[in-house]
Nanobody
Framework: QVQLVESGGGLVQAGGSLRLSCAAS????????MGWFRQGPGKEREFVAA????????YYADSVKGRFIISRDYAKNTMYLQMNSLKPEDSAIYYC????????????????????WGQGTQVTVSS
């Protein structure tokens, strides 16, 4: 079992920044991919960004490219999402997730591939 705990959400004005963290504990995994997803009111959960645990390859949704940066600290078993130039449409609950059976490539963008999820953290961007 892998436990994931997000932190760092909050209220910020448009144009501001926030950094989310996702701490992983429990069974240590050496492979796989970790990702961030978000779900706004009345919307489906959508992919935001992902990073492969070993190689550090990254994937981003078009809507956040150039504004968000995903990273991981291998030694701390922690993943981060630096969110810059935030917009009101970025408001959502942000979830971190882990796919311990990652098959490679753009499978990292598919929420149904992930087998562990955090509880979510609220991000609200005011205009």
């Amino acid at each position: 079992q892998v436990q994931l705990v997000e932190s760092g959400g909050g209220l910020v004005q448009a144009g501001g920044s926030l950094r989310l963290s996702c701490a992983a504990s429990g069974r240590t995994f050496s492979g796989g991919v970790m990702g961030w997803f978000r779900q706004g009111p009345g919307k489906e959960r959508e992919f935001v960004a992902a990073v492969t645990w070993r190689g550090g390859s990254t994937y981003y949704a078009d809507s956040v490219k150039g504004r968000f940066i995903i990273s991981r600290d291998y030694a701390k078993n922690t993943m981060y999402l630096q969110m810059n130039s935030l917009k009101p449409e970025d408001s959502a609950i942000y979830y971190c997730a882990a796919d311990t059976n990652y098959s490679g490539g753009y499978a990292a963008t598919r929420p149904e591939r992930y087998d562990y999820w955090g509880q979510g953290t609220q991000v609200t961007v005011s205009s």
